[in-house]
């Protein structure tokens, strides 16, 4: 398999919001204008990740709403949709999709069913994705988030994998919440460009003064052009006061189911209340809920112009 050139996504990420019409169907037309959003402000495309709600949807779901995207002008180079899976046909076929549509790459769960499952038989299932897509354009960024799947990546299968397949193993989307365990990731590997994203903006700013490569966070659905405008101005003085506004500002998503909070948002921001729909197991966020989130956004003068 020969290496193509390399190419990496934009440094700020968005898991893209899944909107659902009213029979929980996901929705292309709301899905593709909040990808064209985000795009315009130079924040790339992890659809199918976390936030996302990647795992609640099937596999022709996500090709539908990728081709939806990507037909509304989304541009395909500033893509990582997440195409892992437990059951390796499914991660092959979505991401040999992500490859042919021209996306950056491939954000990729480990197969996180088994939990006992070996570095051997995580790197046996990597190693098979890649051969069965054969394909020198696939770029794979390890999504490494242990607190959800229970499985994730050591550092050793790190390097086993660039060993066997440089530069199709590409970087890693970490949200271990061990800072520690980024810090060492990027010292080890980022010399042999591995691009290592934070899981959070939250860290955007300590993970690009050592030389990671960004991040990808689920706020970047609605406070992408801060987030983006930091990722290029990391080295200037007032840094660390606008990494400092951007934590308060997660903060306020935070303090309630981020998905639900961050889709009430949208549905804010667009007038368009069919933003609010989750699929089950997760829910909305209840009207006292929704209030207090609108006053606490309303007292930090948040705003989604344009959306």
Request: one cysteine or more.
């Amino acid at each position: 398999m020969t290496q193509a050139p390399d190419h990496r996504p934009p440094g700020v990420l968005a898991p893209v919001l899944t909107p659902y019409d009213e029979n929980l169907r996901p929705d292309p037309r709301r899905f593709a204008r909040l990808c064209l959003w985000l795009a315009r402000q130079d924040c790339g495309l992890a659809m199918f990740g976390t936030n996302s709600e990647g795992n609640s949807l099937s596999v022709e779901e996500k090709l539908g709403l990728l081709h939806a995207a990507i037909e509304a002008g989304a541009p395909a180079a500033g893509m990582l949709p997440g195409t892992g899976s437990c059951a390796l046909p499914d991660a092959v076929r979505l991401s040999r999709a992500a490859v042919d549509q021209g996306c950056a790459g491939v954000l990729a769960l480990p197969p996180f069913y088994y939990k006992t499952v070996t570095d051997d038989g995580l790197y046996a299932f990597f190693s098979e994705l890649i051969e069965r897509v054969g394909d020198a354009r696939l770029r794979v960024y390890l999504y490494h988030i242990p607190p959800v799947a229970q499985v994730g990546f050591s550092h050793a299968l790190v390097e086993r994998l660039l060993k066997h397949y440089p530069g199709i193993i590409a970087g890693m989307k970490d949200t271990g919440g061990d800072w520690t365990y980024t810090a060492r990731t990027i010292e080890q590997f980022s010399s042999a460009g591995f691009g290592v994203y934070a899981g959070t903006e939250t860290l955007l700013l300590d993970t690009l003064r050592l030389g990671g490569a960004g991040c990808i966070s689920a706020t970047a659905n609605v406070n992408p052009g801060p987030i983006v405008a930091l990722s290029r101005s990391w080295r200037e003085a007032d840094a660390r006061a606008r990494q400092d506004a951007l934590n308060t500002l997660r903060g306020a998503f935070a303090a309630y189911p981020l998905i639900a909070s961050m889709k009430a948002a949208v549905a804010d921001a667009s007038g368009d209340e069919g933003w609010n729909r989750l699929r089950p197991p997760l829910e909305a966020l209840n009207p006292r809920q929704r209030a207090a989130l609108r006053e606490a956004l309303r007292s930090l003068s948040f705003s989604m112009d344009g959306l």
